[in-house]
């Protein structure tokens, strides 16, 4: 962690933390947006989820890629920590298991980014209400 040594580091790093948030929390219209969901219960953080939330919520800013990055209790993946939901407008939700900071790359530069399926899909096993 960075030393403090005057009030202007101090606002450069509550700028920064700004800037963070406003990536996690931009909610005009989250349906127009790639949203990301992080599973971030106890398994979830115990298995890496909050440097893979970092990772998503850093990389998105950086490739200038407008996303929602959020983070959510237990999905019921336990077996795949950490777990992400990933929302393209337009298409149905994926949800990918056993995600890492690579991982995470690659679901940004192949998925989000070009359309391409990535491995670690866990597929859907259940049926929604609104099918019925």
């Known amino acids: 962690m960075t030393k403090i040594k005057s009030l202007n580091d101090l606002r450069a790093i509550k700028a920064e933390v700004e800037a963070k948030m406003n990536l996690r929390e931009r909610s005009d219209a989250p349906e127009k947006m790639i949203q990301v969901k ?3 219960a106890t398994c979830g953080i115990a298995s890496g989820a909050k440097a ?3 990772y998503m919520i850093s990389e ?3 490739r200038h890629i407008p ?3 959020s983070q959510t209790g237990c999905m019921g993946y336990c077996y ?3 777990t992400i939901e990933v929302t393209i407008p337009g298409k149905d939700s ?5 995600v890492t900071e ?3 790359d690659q679901i940004i530069e192949k998925y989000i980014l070009n359309g391409e399926l990535v491995e670690g899909i866990i597929p859907v096993n259940y049926e929604s209400i609104d099918s019925k």
């Not at 994926?94 to 056993?98: A, L």
């Open 67 to 69: 996303a929602i990055v």
């Open 60 to 62: 998105l800013d950086k």
């Open 52 to 54: 893979v939330m970092d």
């Open 38 to 40: 992080v599973a971030m």
């Open 102 to 104: 690579k991982k995470a």
């Open 94 to 98: 994926i949800v990918f298991g056993y």
């Open 80 to 82: 795949a920590e950490p």
